[in-house]
Structure formats: structure tokens, C-alpha cells
């Protein structure tokens, strides 16, 4: 499934698999560089715009009722 990621300035429409962790997902993507590393004291907040709600970002895309052309704001909490 397509999907939108957005951290600060920055949009990146990714093809992930439903069963995939969010946490994991945002990982690959900052160790390719699409993304800012974020500090390791904080919390990664994901928000999904559809939802309009936090989502736990342990969760596979599947158990968080993230589907097809969902957007998530990925931000930081210190």
C-alpha cells in the first residue's frame, strides 16, 4: 500500500506492506537518508492525518488502521 510520510518539512509517498512495524518502516528511512536521525532521547510520535489521531508507533500499519494514501506526520517528543 501507498502512504505519505511528513517530518517538518519534508513529504516522502512510501509503498510499505501491512504487516510492516511503523517504528521499523521510519528506521529504514532515516538509515537511507530520506530523513533526519532523531536524537536518541526522544520519543517518535506518529499522527495519522485521516485518523487525526496519535498512533503507537510498535504497531504494524495493519494494527493501527493505517491503509492506502493515509498520511502520517512523524514527530518528536523530548
Known amino acids: 500500500m501507498t502512504l505519505t510520510i511528513?517530518?517538518?518539512?519534508k513529504k516522502?509517498?512510501?509503498?510499505?506492506k501491512p504487516e510492516q512495524r511503523i517504528?521499523?518502516?521510519?528506521?529504514?528511512?532515516?538509515?537511507?537518508?530520506?530523513?533526519a536521525p532523531p536524537?536518541?532521547?526522544?520519543?517518535?510520535?506518529?499522527y495519522s492525518m485521516r485518523q487525526q489521531r496519535y498512533i503507537n508507533p510498535m504497531l504494524t500499519f495493519r494494527q493501527g488502521n493505517i491503509y492506502e494514501?493515509?498520511?502520517?506526520?512523524i514527530n518528536e517528543k523530548g
Open 12 to 16: 516522502l509517498d512510501v509503498i510499505v
Open 39 to 46: 536524537a536518541s532521547s526522544m520519543q517518535l510520535q506518529v
Open 6 to 9: 511528513m517530518e517538518n518539512e
Open 69 to 73: 494514501g493515509d498520511v502520517l506526520r
Open 23 to 35: 517504528r521499523e518502516v521510519y528506521r529504514i528511512l532515516v538509515e537511507n537518508g530520506r530523513f
